[in-house]
């Protein structure tokens, strides 16, 4: 499959839900059986495209959750209040019905576990959806090539009601060694909370890193003040710029 895509050749398909799945209040996870999908790798994205009954039609960007190797695409979609396509996607889509997506989109932000080396994901917020697939193609690599691309996920959240995937990233590390899963509320925390709390500062990134000098490659994502904010404080603290890939998204996700 070619790196990017080029927009002006994609087609429109029309994306069949198969499934709905609640992850958090504010996200929900679609999954899709897609005429004529061909496959992606981990890290693109999809344009979604609705059009009402008046004609009128919106089009959104979204990150693909599922792996490469998975039986179906999945969209993990947060609803923005205002938005003009999350809230449908989020609250009335049902089993059966039908929209147009075409993709897969980027070549930049994309990983395979064929690149080896350690491996550091951050994201906030939804900007996880990306990098979960990652990890799910991460997963489904033998433990001799997880071993050789040891991985880090740094996640920050509001609360802990707003993490998405939480009990299958807790899986994921529990099962693999090589892994390592942290996260972090910037607002209410649990009493029985054992992770970091506050926004990914310097410190944070100072006890999760796996070290400038083991060169990990390096997946950001998220709104862009903390994407940005992010990748400053990596180049402060002396990763290569050429190792830092980052992904955001403004207020209409």
Same mark, same amino acid.
């Given at each position: 499959?070619?790196?990017?895509? @080029? ?32 496959? %992606?790798?981990?890290?693109? %994205? ?17 990150? *693909? ?14 609803? *923005? ?13 049902? %089993?059966?019905? +039908? ?10 932000? @994309?990983?395979?576990? +064929? *690149? ?5 994901? *951050?994201?906030?917020? +939804? ?19 997880r071993a050789r691309v040891p991985a880090v996920l740094l996640y920050s959240a509001r609360t802990a009601e707003d993490l998405i995937y939480k009990e299958e990233l807790g899986k994921l590390a529990e099962g693999d060694d090589s892994l390592e899963v942290v ?14 709390r506050g926004r990914v500062d310097r410190s944070i990134l100072e006890k999760v890193s796996p070290g400038v000098a083991n060169r990990p490659n390096v997946f950001v994502c998220g709104p862009t003040p903390f994407t940005e904010a992010v990748a400053t404080l990596? @180049?402060?603290?002396? %990763? ?14």
């Amino acid at each position: 499959m070619a790196g990017a895509a @080029v927009l002006g050749r994609l087609t429109w398909r029309l994306a069949e839900v198969a499934d709905v799945v609640e992850e958090t209040p504010r996200t929900r996870t679609l999954v899709l059986d897609v005429d004529g999908w061909s496959g %992606h790798r981990a890290g693109q %994205h999809v344009d979604v495209r609705l059009t009402a009954e008046d004609g009128y039609q919106a089009e959104r960007s979204y990150s *693909i959750a599922s792996g490469p190797g998975d039986e179906r695409l999945e969209l993990t979609v947060e609803r *923005i209040d205002d938005g003009e396509v999350s809230p449908y996607l989020v609250d009335d889509v049902r %089993h059966g019905d +039908s929209f147009e997506l075409r993709g897969p989109i980027g070549g930049y932000f @994309v990983w395979n576990v +064929s *690149i080896e080396g350690p491996l550091m994901l *951050i994201g906030g917020g +939804s900007g996880i959806v990306p990098l979960m697939s990652m990890l799910r193609h991460r997963a489904c690599a033998d433990a001799s090539a997880r071993a050789r691309v040891p991985a880090v996920l740094l996640y920050s959240a509001r609360t802990a009601e707003d993490l998405i995937y939480k009990e299958e990233l807790g899986k994921l590390a529990e099962g693999d060694d090589s892994l390592e899963v942290v996260f972090t509320l910037t607002r209410d925390a649990p009493p029985e909370w054992r992770g970091f709390r506050g926004r990914v500062d310097r410190s944070i990134l100072e006890k999760v890193s796996p070290g400038v000098a083991n060169r990990p490659n390096v997946f950001v994502c998220g709104p862009t003040p903390f994407t940005e904010a992010v990748a400053t404080l990596l @180049v402060e603290l002396g %990763h290569e710029p050429s190792r830092i890939r980052t992904e955001r998204f403004g207020p209409t996700g």
